[in-house]
């Protein structure tokens, strides 16, 4: 585990998407994560939001976030999937080999496990020709899928190669969730990782973790469940994750932050996390 | 026809029964059906207001699509598949997750439905294949030609040659799995002088798709995933590349891409294009 294995989000930062680019490159991150508004929302439009990100050299860890897709039925299904083919296009034009799907949190989405497969298997297939690996994350307040676990039942009923799993610290650690299902898990099924922590210790209502989610999360290192997020990234190490850790920390304060500062957090919640994931995975040290 | 007809069978819901026909986009349109003739194919129409061409062989329809062809080596651009009922197996593939060909991409003005394939390339679904023809309406015959022209040596369709990102087999097995219900063959069951990558065979059993990932120690060359080429189906390869060679054809004969019983390779031509022979068991 070293530095190029992490990636920044834009969400983290303020700003104009060029500013993110070049603040993300200074601090010697290799990689960001981009949300489909800092495309969408570029003053010079999505051509010039994508010129500005293959300029900047930095891999794409993924894009996000397609929200509310899978369970739905009939115009409700079809408006869904106009929305997420301009996704993938926009994936694609990116660069971006992941898309971030969330689990629905939509009050008309079935929770009929059958929907959920058919659903995610026909996004599976949009996405195979553009060679798109579809990431599904239980979202803490998903209205059915809102534990790693259930997204996982569901990954694997689907069975598609391209369809795996987005973890995400927040949502595990706002649910109270096992990390004991993890061995569980296939390790190449696992598409991103996305780490935070929070400042608090518990969120008690969906409400409650929408609004901490979107608006109080901190880097890793920062919060108060640090043995819980080390306890993760040491498992997915030791079960042979190599794939790609993201900070998806929504920060209202860090947004009103010049963008080294935010940067320079950043890089030291890798520090931390490396320091102690890195000594953990060595093995112990025979005596003479 | 019967009922039992009707009915799709469960290993091949859209009741594919081989392929209709394959087309290939180039703005040499003239230097490249001077290659098909020599590979056996004869013109046997032309489009009645665009620039394409109907060349045939035996059981083979070849189109060459010149209307806004982008490159000028001739590109394996799409290939039709015979269905039981077009409109049904088109909605089956979209409501999978196949994406929906642009309106009017399709070569001919025929309301033919097509799904996106690899890269830029189309996949159409055609039903009118026995009593009438989709040539019908849009093409217009070649005076003093022969409509059916026999096939050379015997040559058939036998399968597309389909180039594959590296770690992406596994996507496009889903993809045809899923959409067509083709099958894989076990690993080891190789057909020609070409014995790599993945061989999945139609639901009907007529024709195959081959999928090559990048070679190892590739990693410099420039691999695009594409339609690369198509093999074509002969009984008696040694008797197809002589009468092929007779015609001016050349085949590779360097390594261990040598005509022999299994097959041949054609030399590339106008910047690429190569035909693959395949010793074929399946009966046109």
Redesign the interface.
Known sequence: MNLDHFGMDTITLAGPLEAKLAAVREARFTQIMLNATDIVGHPGGEAAAITAVKASGLRVTGFQVLRDFEGLEGRLHAYKVDVA?AMLEMCRALGSRVLLVCSSASPHASGDAERLVRDL??????A??Y?IRIAYEALSWGRHINEYPQAWEIVQRAE???LGLALDSFHILATGTSLETLEELEPPKIFLVQLSDFLWQETRSPQDRMETARHSRVFPGEGVHSEKVIELARALDEMGYRGDYSFEVFNDDYRQLPLPVVCERARRSVKWITARVGRWSLPARRRA | MSVKEELPEPSNPLGIDGLEFVEYATSQAQAFGALLQNMGFAAVARHRSREVMLYRQGPMNLIVNAHEAKSSMPTLSAFALRVRDAAYAHQHALELGAWDMPTRASAMELNIPGIHGVADTLIYFVDRYRDFSIYDVDFVPLAGTDARPSALAGLHWFGIVQSILGDRTADWLDFYQNLFGFSILPRGQYFGVLPKGTLLESPCHKFYLQLIEPPPGSEDIRWEEGLVRIGLGAPDIPAAVKALRQRAIVFVDRGAVQPSEKGALTQPYLGGVTFELVHSHLQP
């Open positions: 083919k298997r026909k996004l599976a297939m949009l195979v020709p060679d598609r190669h391209n």
